[in-house]
């Protein structure tokens, strides 16, 4: 039986919309960041979609390199997070105002 | 996930969002990329950000004393917005999407390091690179005192 492609863009599509929502409404940097890789898992099943739907396995080339992508920006986010908390004591988004005036 | 404000919970709820994408990419016999989501993201990313949450000790993120109804509506509409539109789009205009014919090569291991290995060789080697860059970045920031 195969997965319809529709199906599987309107999941990719609600899972992306969700990742969007918390990056907009939380306020905590942690939940935010994982907002973040919620939205590169949807497009990373967008890629796998399209890859089955298409019978080629370049999509599937993409959507590993974007999980190496992710594991980078994964280390580089929670050093830098780390970082933060260490010299500010929050990772609440609005008390950082380091850039403000 | 996104709703509850104790970022624990959130993080157990996303590594259950991971396992339910890697059957979906079973069911789409992509098999290689279903064992690499559990291993990379429920195994390595989610581990990171436990200890992460752990480490800082955060505990529920409190409400606003004013709430932002304008911008939470405005980004609430967008988002909407957004979703609806690629919805009817893909309602609407399914034909430009013409399926070739022929069978499917499953995404197992030997079809896809085919793939990595010859057509995809310089992506793949520049990936290299990025996580090597990721490495020094993160072992320098969490070394220095900034």
Redesign the interface.
């Known amino acids: 039986m195969v ?1 319809p ?2 199906h ?4 990719s ?3 992306f ?6 990056v ?5 940097a ?2 935010i ?3 973040i ?2 939205m590169l ?1 949807a497009v ?2 967008a890629l ?2 399209f ?8 999509g ?2 993409f ?3 974007v ?10 986010g ?6 933060l ?3 500010r004591q929050t ?2 988004i ?1 008390e950082i105002n380091l850039m403000k005036n | 996930m996104v709703l509850n404000r104790n970022a624990v919970y959130s993080a157990i709820s996303l590594v259950l969002c991971f396992f339910s994408l890697a059957v979906i990419y079973l069911l789409l016999e992509a098999y290689f990329i279903a064992v690499l989501e559990i291993f990379i993201y429920a195994g390595a990313i989610m581990v990171l950000f436990l200890f992460v949450i752990m480490l800082l000790n955060l505990g529920r993120e409190k409400a606003l004393e004013h709430f932002m109804h304008l911008q939470r509506g405005l980004s609430m509409f967008l988002v909407v917005l957004f979703f609806l539109g690629i919805f009817f789009l893909l309602l609407n205009d399914t034909s430009v999407l013409h399926q070739p014919e022929g069978g499917f090569v499953a995404g197992g291991v030997y079809s896809l390091g085919e793939a990595l290995f010859t057509k995809y060789l310089l992506p793949f080697e520049v990936a290299s690179l990025l996580l090597l860059v990721a490495l020094i970045g993160t072992v320098y920031l969490a070394k220095r005192k900034i």
């Open positions: 997965v492609l529709e599987v863009i309107v999941l599509l609600t899972l919309s969700t990742g969007v929502l918390g907009l409404f939380r306020r905590n942690i939940t960041f994982m907002s890789e919620l898992n990373n099943l796998v979609g890859s089955r739907y298409y019978n080629s396995v370049d599937q080339v959507v590993f390199l999980m190496t992508l992710a594991a980078a920006e994964v280390a580089v929670l050093a830098i997070i780390i970082a908390y260490r010299n990772v609440n609005d």
